[in-house]
């Protein structure tokens, strides 16, 4: 069974900084690409940011210069670091990942989901 397993998330003051972690695990031949989302209440789920394996990255407008997303291959790990919060940041975020899980068989997995609230 895959799983992806958030950590990282907490309560910060504006200007401060987090860093969130997600590895995938279970039964994966290839971690393809991988990406943070978030949702803040009454809003719909936006990409924050992603990266591909060969470390391509793409960025939300309202994070460049910021946030700094990173993978590690051999860990199955994406990270986000999270610079510069702002209240307006404050969602829970998701890790999710496109998964080889079988010879031409990709699927799309989701963490539980991380709780970042950064106060004013």
């Known amino acids: 069974q895959v799983q992806l397993v958030e950590s990282g998330g907490g309560l910060v003051q504006a200007g401060g900084s987090l860093r969130l972690s997600c590895a995938a695990s279970?039964?994966?031949?290839?971690?393809?690409?991988m990406g943070w989302y978030r949702q803040a209440p009454g809003k719909q789920r936006e990409l924050v940011a992603s990266i591909t394996r060969g470390g391509s990255t793409n960025y939300a407008e309202s994070v460049k210069g910021r946030f700094a997303i990173s993978r590690d291959n051999a860990k199955n790990t994406v990270y986000l670091q999270m610079n510069s919060l702002k209240p307006e940041d404050t969602a829970v975020y998701y890790c999710?990942?496109?998964?080889?899980?079988?010879?031409?068989?990709?699927?799309?997995?989701w963490g539980q989901g991380t709780q970042v609230t950064v106060a004013s």
């Open positions: 999710n990942a496109d998964l080889l899980v079988q010879f031409f068989k990709n699927e799309d997995h």
């Open positions: 279970g039964s994966i031949l290839r971690v393809d690409v």
